[in-house]
């Protein structure tokens, strides 16, 4: 399970990485993030991408008050289609949740990117709208059972996802029955290196 994770990257790079045209920042450092804490994500705005920073804990659209609510911080792959909490994003709103590394258990290693670049989980997204329009954007990460070199370490890892999967995962046409096979942990294994801490 990841419970942390650090982002630090320049916004040059996240711009060009992720095709978003003028990057909101020069430079992002989101140390030791967790549930609760504002990080950055990348959504499909119309033909464009944009970036982000999202409350990370997903408060669905429906959700009369989101301070009685609960938040969660991810998401199982296995029950997306069909969970109420997140069966709406997983439809509509999806993001890329761009990570340098995260640890893989409270002790473990870190797992980061093999190519030393950014490590990109899948993500759901929400705006909840408030009765005097005020607008809170949340989102939260999905998970996948481990395999490759996080299964001994923990049950359950990010979903990452390949550059190849961005354009339909953001894609808000894009059919469950679509969306499904992207999350699987086999192939973000060929992209996942091991580190000491």
Do not use: Y
């Not at 967790?34 to 408060?59: D, K, M, N, T």
């Not at 340098?100 to 709208?129: C, I, K, M, N, Y």
């Not at 995962?169 to 992207?182: I, K």
């Amino acid at each position: 399970m990841c419970r942390r994770f650090t982002l630090i990257a320049e916004g040059p790079l996240l711009a060009e990485t992720f095709k978003v045209p003028n990057p909101p920042f020069d430079r992002i450092d989101m140390r030791d993030a967790g549930p609760g804490s504002p990080v950055l994500v990348v959504r499909q705005a119309g033909l464009q991408r944009q970036i982000e920073i999202a409350h990370w804990g997903l408060i669905p659209a429906w959700v009369a008050d989101p301070n009685e609510a609960p938040k969660p911080a991810h998401a199982r792959a296995e029950t997306l289609a069909v969970n109420g909490t997140f069966q709406g994003a997983f439809r509509r709103k999806r993001c890329l949740i761009p990570v340098s590394w995260f640890p893989v258990a409270e002790t473990g290693p870190l797992a980061a990117s093999r190519t030393g670049g950014l490590l990109v989980l899948a993500g759901l997204l929400e705006d909840w709208q408030g009765p005097h329009g005020e607008i809170m954007c949340s989102t939260c990460l999905i998970t996948v059972p481990s395999a490759g070199p996080l299964a001994p370490f923990a049950a359950r890892q990010p979903a990452v996802l390949p550059e190849a999967a961005w354009p339909l995962w953001l894609d808000p046409a894009a059919q469950p029955r679509e969306l499904t096979p992207l999350l699987r942990a086999e192939g973000a294994a060929l992209t996942i290196d091991i580190q000491a801490r």
